[in-house]
């Protein structure tokens, strides 16, 4: 079956960076477009970044020019590196390949 496992949460200050990946099996990742996702309490879930099997990236204008989608075909990984977090991007983020979903992983931006 397809699981899509993420990793590289954790708690970090304003201005700080984390890399979050995302190992996916049970598909033809190379295949997959794939994407990363965030929902804060009380919020709507929401796009942050996709990238499609080509390789072509697209961001949302809140995370664009501090965050970076990049996959790994040989390792059946995406990954999202966030620089210069900001409170506002605390959430629990989620990778997908727009049918299947990860169990996410809390990132919290706090001094």
């Known amino acids: 079956q397809v699981r899509l496992v993420e990793s590289g949460g954790g708690l970090v200050q304003p201005g700080g960076s984390l890399r979050l990946s995302c190992a996916a099996s049970?598909?033809?990742?190379?295949?997959?477009?794939m994407g990363w996702y965030r929902q804060a309490p009380g919020k709507q879930r929401e796009l942050v970044a996709s990238i499609r099997s080509s390789g072509s990236s697209n961001y949302s204008d809140s995370v664009k020019g501090r965050f970076t989608i990049s996959r790994d075909n040989a390792k059946n990984t995406v990954y999202l590196q966030m620089n210069s977090l900001k409170p506002e991007d605390t959430a629990v983020y989620y990778c997908?390949?727009?049918?299947?979903w990860g169990q996410g992983t809390q990132v919290t931006v706090s001094s």
């Open positions: 049970g598909l033809i990742f190379r295949s997959n477009d």
């Open positions: 997908t390949n727009n049918f299947y």
